[in-house]
Structure formats: structure tokens, C-alpha cells
């Protein structure tokens, strides 16, 4: 059974920055995309970066510039450093794993931008 579990959120400034980390465990297989997602208060949840097993990145355009993600496939483990925040990218943020055709959600940590 793979579990992926966050870690990183909290509360921060506009303009400063925070590094989520997520790892999925419980696979003796690497992850072919890895990512993350958020969900703004009463909005929908939406995509803000993933990454393939092969290094290949799709950010989302209001991120673009501001964030990175990367990952370290031997540990199933994927990163977001996340600078310049806005008090728009509050939201609470997961992060998936999927390897084909099965896709592992986290539980979600909050992250909060104050102006």
C-alpha cells in the first residue's frame, strides 16, 4: 500500500519562501510523475507543478518563475521551493504520485501567505 505524506507548510510573509517535501512510500517501483496540486479557499484544486520520472517539468503559468520542483526518484520523493510568495498561492497544498494507472494523494498541508 504506497502512503504519501507532506511536509513543509506553514505560515510565512509575502515575499518569503517555503520548501514542501512529499514522499511516497510503500512502492519498491519509482513514481513516473510526481507532483504537486493546491486548492484555494472555496476554489477548485488545481495544478501547480509536476515532474517526471525523467526529469521533465509543467508548471503552472502563475508560479512560472517563482517556484521549482524537483525530485529524487531513488527515494520516491519529490520537492517544491516555493519563493516570491503571494498571498494568491494560499491555499492547501497535496501532493500526488502516481505510477500508471494508479495515482496516491496526500492528506495536504496548508501553506499561508500574509500581506
Known amino acids: 500500500q504506497v502512503q504519501v505524506v507532506e511536509s513543509g507548510g506553514g505560515l510565512v510573509q509575502a515575499g518569503g519562501s517555503l520548501r514542501l517535501s512529499c514522499a511516497a512510500s510503500?512502492?519498491?517501483?519509482?513514481?513516473?510523475?510526481m507532483g504537486w496540486y493546491r486548492q484555494p479557499p472555496g476554489k477548485q484544486r488545481e495544478l501547480v507543478a509536476v515532474?517526471?520520472?525523467?526529469?521533465?517539468?509543467n508548471y503552472a503559468d502563475s508560479v512560472k518563475g517563482r517556484f521549482t520542483i524537483s525530485r529524487d526518484n531513488g527515494k520516491n520523493t519529490v520537492y517544491l521551493q516555493m519563493n516570491s510568495l503571494k498571498p494568491d498561492d494560499t491555499a492547501v497544498y497535496y501532493c500526488?504520485?502516481?505510477?500508471?494507472?494508479?495515482?496516491?494523494w496526500g492528506q495536504g498541508t496548508q501553506v499561508t501567505v500574509s500581506s
Open positions: 515532474i517526471s520520472s525523467g526529469g521533465v517539468t
Open positions: 500526488k504520485a502516481a505510477r500508471i494507472p494508479y495515482d496516491y
Open positions: 510503500g512502492s519498491t517501483f519509482v513514481m513516473n510523475v
